[in-house]
């Protein structure tokens, strides 16, 4: 079905801008995004506002979870379990997993379900549908901002109070950067699962059990030396070791990551990326007759 949808026009009905349907499979319409930018933080600050508008703790939430989940995991595996740390103190380790994998699971959570979530708006206003998993992505990387200050302030108290030698290099500058490959990742694998699942709902029951599977896949609650050689595959297959095991030798210079799994973590996010954009964009023509 073709739709024509009038922007806007001067006085002598001369159109200034025409959106026209996707008829191309990789006509994507990315410009279409950066137009409507505005609306990626109208997104944004309403996601925020409507999650925590009632709460009593409001942002604090976002520091209260992983810090809980960090101080289990501190107990279970490094106390009891044994398991070694690279040399790394414990709450520091385990925090920085918890926040980096709490991040891509949020982004890839939410990117999965922005065709139902959202059906009632997406048939009846026009507006580009990508901006929304892309506002959702950005909201997620407000609570991240949140958490690393507190990382921050448990980075201080270690190193000064503690008196406990850390060695941050300047790899650190590259956090953004980080971010932005695991925000990538998750999203374009929820914007892969999105398109699948407005035609087979069952698929969100895997994917919550395939998250906490995906956890004890991924170096969280261990790092890549602690990996047995046999299961050294998973480093290649599991996009998310690379920047976790990343992260840690940036901030805490510890561990060893070989640059072939970090090629390979940005080659299948690429994939991802590219895949989940262009399903994303054919089941957006079509998804409101589906769901």
């Known amino acids: 079905m073709s739709e024509t949808v009038v922007v806007a026009k001067s006085e002598n009905t001369h159109w200034t801008k025409v959106i026209t349907a996707k008829k191309r499979l990789l006509d994507l319409h990315l410009r279409d995004v950066w137009d409507y930018r505005y609306l990626i933080k109208m997104f944004v600050k309403r996601d925020f506002i409507v999650t925590y508008k009632q709460t009593i703790l409001g942002p604090l939430w976002y520091l209260v ?4 989940t960090a101080v289990m995991y501190m107990f279970i595996f490094g106390k009891m379990a044994k398991v070694g740390t690279d040399g790394v103190p414990f709450i520091l380790f385990y925090f920085a997993g918890t926040m980096l994998w709490t991040y891509f699971t949020s982004c890839l959570e939410s990117c999965s379900k922005v065709f139902t979530v959202n059906q009632n708006v997406f048939g009846k206003v026009y507006f580009p549908r990508l901006t929304s998993p892309i506002a959702t992505c950005g909201f997620h990387i407000i609570k991240l901002a949140i958490q690393f200050i507190l990382l921050a302030v448990i980075f201080l108290y270690t190193i000064f109070i503690q008196k406990h030698q850390i060695n941050i290099s300047l790899l650190a500058l590259t956090f953004p950067l ?8 998750g999203g374009s694998l929820g914007l892969i699962i999105s398109s699948l ?11 919550g059990f395939g998250i906490q599977l995906g956890m004890y896949a ?10 047995p050689e046999k299961f050294s595959w998973l480093a290649y297959v599991n996009p998310m070791c690379a920047p976790i095991e990343y992260f840690r030798i940036a901030f805490y210079g510890a561990g060893h990551l070989d640059s072939s799994i970090v090629l390979t973590s940005l080659g299948i996010t690429f994939v991802l990326a ?6 994303f964009t054919r089941n957006e023509r079509n998804f409101v007759d589906v769901i």
Do not use: A
């Open 274 to 279: 590219f895949f989940g954009l262009v399903l």
């Open 197 to 207: 699942t407005t035609k087979y709902r069952d698929l969100n029951i895997l994917l």
């Open 218 to 227: 991924t170096p969280v609650v261990y790092p890549l030396s602690e990996l």
């Open 178 to 185: 980080i971010v932005l490959w695991i925000g990538i990742l």
């Open 65 to 68: 979870q992983p810090l809980i």
